[in-house]
């Protein structure tokens, strides 16, 4: 432990259970002197064991829907009151898409579904900035850190309407981090995790061959949950205070990969036994 966060204060959004990102930052967080309040909607605290992660960090939880804005500024406001001040760091680690949950493709999306995807995943971190821009409620030079993915850049089989959502993510970060830079020196960044097993990842078509592709791909292989976790650790800290409107991988060197040998070596196995064309989609 190097007590990067000791005194800091914080929001951390979406631990649903231990599988998941924000559970992991969360103990981190902790272990490095953090204090924070945990949020997710009634539906998840109720499906979750978010509470049990609030008691072994010595918090508590707030629900609160991160596309409401009135119950974002009700969180806000309840964790300055309960902390008796402004925060100094926010984990945003909000997605869902009904289109990948009911196995909609790409080219035959609902648009009802679409649009909450969109409100969900990135929309609803336009609202948090904005609700916490008006509200004052984060010190300056503090830290807000959202998770996004390599499909904003790339297209990946069966990631879907997501990567819209990563892409306009990312967008949010970097006009956001302009503005809430030049005023009040806030930082505002987007990382890209490698492909990881969490509940809602093990949702997407595919995710096992996904894995096992990136961790062929990548030099340093993939980056685990928990690496994750220490990696936001020092986006919170003050040892990155000129780092804003930045995607940033964390995946193992997968993002600037094109062909590696053991991915090569798999593909001419592979063409001993083609998948039909009938059946490639």
């Not at 297209?155 to 892409?167: F, H, R, V």
């Amino acid at each position: 432990m190097y007590n990067l966060l000791k005194g800091k204060k914080g929001i951390i959004f979406g631990a649903l259970n231990d599988k998941s990102l924000a559970w992991k930052v969360a103990e981190r967080a902790y272990e490095e002197g953090a204090e924070f309040i945990l949020t997710n909607t009634p539906v998840s605290m109720r499906l979750g064991e978010i509470d049990a992660l609030a008691k072994a960090c010595n918090t508590k939880v707030i629900a609160a829907d991160a596309t409401n804005v009135e119950d974002l500024e009700n969180l806000l406001k309840q964790t300055m009151e309960h902390f008796g001040g402004k925060i100094d760091f926010i984990l945003h680690s909000v997605a869902m898409s009904m289109n990948v949950r009911k196995n909609r493709t790409y080219d035959d999306v609902d648009y009802g579904f679409f649009m909450k995807t969109l409100d969900i995943s990135a929309i609803s971190f336009h609202k948090l900035l904005q609700s916490c821009k008006k509200i004052d409620a984060i010190n300056d030079w503090g830290s807000i850190v959202a998770l996004s993915y390599v499909a904003a850049q790339r297209t990946l089989y069966g990631y879907n309407d997501m990567a819209d959502a990563k892409s306009m993510l990312e967008s949010i970060a970097r006009s956001f981090g302009y503005i809430y830079g030049r005023e009040k020196k806030i930082r505002v960044n987007t990382v890209s995790q490698s492909p990881t097993l969490t509940t809602a990842g093990s949702g997407v078509k595919g995710v096992e061959g996904l894995m096992d592709f990136t961790e062929r791909m990548s030099p340093l292989g993939n980056a685990t949950a928990d690496e994750f976790a220490d990696y936001c650790i020092t986006l919170f800290s003050d040892l990155t205070r000129k780092v804003t409107m930045q995607n940033l991988f964390h995946d193992g060197g997968f993002s600037s990969m094109g062909m590696s040998l053991n991915a090569m070596s798999m593909y001419n196995k592979s063409l001993e036994n083609p998948i039909p064309d009938d059946i490639l989609r």
